[in-house]
């Protein structure tokens, strides 16, 4: 039994299955050809600065670490210090380069700022002449005089504020273009370093006292909200000046 055919079926009123199936295929590779030019370089680039900038961050920790010395501090010291830091720069490096998106936050770039500071710091660390910090502060002629004029906590704490402001300028710097952080603020970025930097001050504490921990903590505190703010203020400054 023959079927019906309809008119409308004749060659040329529609297209065939075969054109059909090329243009749908033409399409889809013009498609992903065109999402590969437009995201292919800033995918590289992505991977690129994930590398340049957890290697920073890694070599920071480990050069913190490494030329500690540990002879009166417990053996599980510098284990437990080295797994803290870990976890941190891999949740740092989580946040910056997996897109993990927290609206009017910034987190990705805030992160980033943590992870360069804690790079700056390291490398800053290791070309101090004694790997206890706070003696190598207390013997230089503004420390001294800060030790004797209001004691060691205090005098942590001017440490931490200074060191800190100037590790958190430059990391703000490298990191503010305003294309990216119009979102970014102060106070996430420097609680991304205050914690980044956290385990380096209960290191360098161990020996002194909790009053000098929470001093020197509270000094890097302040110092890396002082030196974000103040960076991202003189880029927003900038901009106005150019338009």
């Given at each position: 039994m023959?079927?019906?055919?309809?008119?409308?079926s004749?060659?040329?009123?529609?297209?065939?299955?075969t054109?059909l199936?090329?243009?749908v295929?033409?399409?889809?590779?013009?498609?992903?050809?065109?999402d590969?030019d437009q995201?292919?370089g800033?995918t590289?680039r992505?991977l690129?600065?994930?590398?340049?900038?957890?290697?920073?961050?890694a070599?920071?920790?480990?050069l913190?670490v490494?030329?500690?010395?540990?002879?009166h501090?417990?053996?599980?010291?510098?284990?437990?210090v080295?797994?803290?830091?870990?976890?941190?720069?891999?949740?740092?490096l989580t946040?910056a380069?997996?897109?993990?998106?927290?609206?009017?936050?910034g987190i990705?770039q805030?992160a980033?700022?943590?992870?360069?500071?804690?790079?700056?710091?390291g490398?800053?660390g290791s070309?101090?002449s004694d790997?206890?910090?706070l003696?190598?502060?207390?013997a230089?002629?503004?420390?001294s005089q800060?030790?004797d004029a209001v004691?060691?906590?205090?005098?942590?704490?001017?440490?931490?504020?200074?060191a800190t402001?100037a590790f958190?300028?430059?990391?703000?710097l490298?990191?503010?273009?305003?294309?990216?952080?119009e979102?970014?603020?102060?106070?996430l970025?420097?609680a991304m370093?205050?914690?980044?930097?956290?385990?380096g001050?209960?290191l360098?504490?161990?020996?002194?006292?909790?009053?000098v921990?929470?001093?020197?903590l509270?000094g890097?505190?302040?110092?890396?909200?002082?030196?974000v703010a103040g960076?991202?203020?003189?880029?927003?400054?900038?901009?106005?000046?150019?338009?």
């Amino acid at each position: 039994m023959d079927l019906p055919v309809s008119p409308d079926s004749s060659a040329g009123a529609s297209p065939t299955p075969t054109g059909l199936r090329e243009g749908v295929r033409d399409a889809l590779l013009a498609s992903l050809e065109r999402d590969l030019d437009q995201r292919g370089g800033a995918t590289l680039r992505h991977l690129l600065a994930a590398g340049i900038i957890g290697v920073i961050g890694a070599l920071g920790a480990t050069l913190l670490v490494a030329q500690h010395p540990f002879g009166h501090h417990a053996g599980w010291h510098e284990i437990v210090v080295s797994t803290v830091w870990a976890g941190l720069l891999i949740l740092a490096l989580t946040l910056a380069f997996l897109r993990i998106r927290m609206p009017g936050l910034g987190i990705g770039q805030a992160a980033q700022v943590g992870v360069l500071a804690l790079g700056l710091a390291g490398v800053c660390g290791s070309l101090c002449s004694d790997q206890h910090f706070l003696t190598w502060w207390s013997a230089s002629p503004i420390g001294s005089q800060l030790f004797d004029a209001v004691g060691l906590p205090v005098s942590a704490a001017c440490f931490g504020l200074v060191a800190t402001l100037a590790f958190a300028a430059l990391s703000t710097l490298a990191v503010a273009r305003p294309a990216r952080t119009e979102r970014l603020r102060s106070v996430l970025p420097a609680a991304m370093i205050t914690l980044l930097l956290l385990p380096g001050i209960a290191l360098q504490s161990v020996g002194t006292s909790l009053d000098v921990f929470v001093f020197w903590l509270a000094g890097v505190a302040l110092g890396a909200y002082l030196g974000v703010a103040g960076m991202l203020a003189g880029r927003d400054a900038v901009r106005r000046m150019r338009h």
